[in-house]
């Protein structure tokens, strides 16, 4: 019982904020901030670890195992696709480039990579996601902003809010494998 509560406690009082704070016809900007009880260099280890709490739902083989990051200039946040059963003798297996990595800098809890998520991929944009940590007090807040602009096929304006709402389950769900919300207290 007492994990049911402390489970509904994330859900709904997790200091969590989203908000999807531009857009225009040319693109859109989403921030989003969570607390974390944990200290920056511990969530910095969740953080470059996405086979850990990125969703299944949110993959294109189904399975966040397949996932990977390396976390330095170049590196890749990747995916690899399995072959199927069926595939021909030789054939090698397949991958996606979520994004790449610009800018990483453990020390000072900042990554910073490049890239169309999701349905983005197939957009003429340039999308950038910022992830900072900074400590406050025992805990740490994790920061991402992910801006996206350029030359659509789609509507960034119908696009922009499903992207947002995407990356708010990311947020939470590194906030949650990272540590308790500040403020929660386990059972």
């Avoid at 809890?109 to 003429?124: D, F, H, Y």
């Avoid at 999308?127 to 400590?135: C, D, E, G, P, Y």
């Avoid at 947002?164 to 500040?182: F, H, I, S, T």
Wanted: proline letters at 6%; charged letters at 15%.
């Amino acid at each position: 019982m007492h994990r049911v509560l402390a489970t509904a406690a994330l859900l709904l009082g997790s200091p969590l904020q989203a908000e999807l704070v531009a857009t225009s016809d040319s693109g859109f900007v989403s921030d989003h901030v969570a607390s974390v009880a944990a200290e920056p260099a511990a969530v910095w280890k969740v953080l470059v670890a996405p086979n850990q709490w990125w969703s299944a739902s949110h993959t294109y083989s189904g399975d966040s195992a397949n996932l990977y990051l390396d976390a330095q200039a170049t590196g890749c946040f990747c995916e690899k696709l399995p072959k199927p059963a069926d595939a021909p003798e030789g054939q090698r297996m397949g991958s996606v480039e979520h994004m790449h990595v610009v800018y990483a800098d453990p020390q000072r809890g900042v990554l910073r990579m490049i890239g169309g998520l999701g349905p983005l991929q197939g957009e003429a944009v340039l999308a950038v996601l910022t992830i900072t940590l900074k400590a406050e007090g025992d805990s740490t807040q994790v920061h991402w902003r992910y801006a996206v602009g350029g030359t659509w096929q789609a509507k960034p304006a119908e696009l922009g809010p499903l992207v947002d709402k995407v990356l708010a389950e990311q947020v939470k769900r590194l906030a949650e494998k990272a540590g308790l919300p500040a403020g929660v207290t386990a059972p």
